[in-house]
């Protein structure tokens, strides 16, 4: 990437917030295709589910753009959407855990009906392809494991970026990818 990259990139997105901000719609296309990929790629990891993804990151850019006048512009706008994009992808994770507890809750006469997410064998494998896989090994990781790997393997940010986005240190960032690449290698042997 040129080194100048960051900054041609945080100047167009200048220009994006400025049109969106006037409430010009290709202000609002312009970010969406900057960093959509960044973000459906991270929502992707935590969840482990393409439609799950795709609807978390709809959620995550349609709070951005509903909170943009808050947006601090001397932050660059990737780092400022993939938080969302984070606190989105915690929210889907309490409202999962919370469908999980009532399902759970129901008369056994009741649950008949609520539909099993597992998948049956037949789909099981045929779904066994790697990319798959990796990503359910991904998915099952701790969140403050998991976060930081998306950010820094896939994203291809600095520990530092990451350590701003997450609200932790450098060498905390470093110390979870660590943990997180340990934790991988014992869920794919296993």
Request: charged share 25%.
């Amino acid at each position: 990437m040129p080194e100048n990259a960051p900054d041609h990139l945080q100047k167009k997105d200048e220009k994006a917030l400025a049109a969106a901000l006037a409430g010009r719609q290709g202000g609002y296309d312009a970010l969406m295709r900057a960093h959509r990929d960044a973000v459906y790629r991270f929502v992707r990891g935590y969840t482990g589910n393409e439609t799950e993804a795709l609807d978390v990151t709809q959620d995550s850019f349609v709070a951005a753009f509903l909170a943009l006048h808050r947006y601090d512009p001397a932050r660059p706008f990737r780092a400022w959407i993939l938080r969302i994009a984070r606190n989105k992808c915690h929210d889907w994770a309490r409202r999962r855990a919370v469908r999980r507890l009532f399902a759970f809750a129901l008369p056994l006469e009741e649950a008949i009906d609520i539909a099993d997410e597992a998948q049956g064998p037949d789909a099981a494998f045929a779904s066994h392809h790697e990319v798959a896989r990796i990503h359910a090994v991904i998915a099952a990781l701790p969140a403050m494991l998991k976060e930081p790997l998306l950010l820094c393997a896939i994203e291809g940010m600095s520990q530092e970026e990451a350590g701003a986005i997450l609200g932790i240190s450098r060498k905390a960032v470093e110390t979870r990818i660590y943990r997180a690449r340990q934790k991988l290698s014992h869920l794919v042997e296993g």
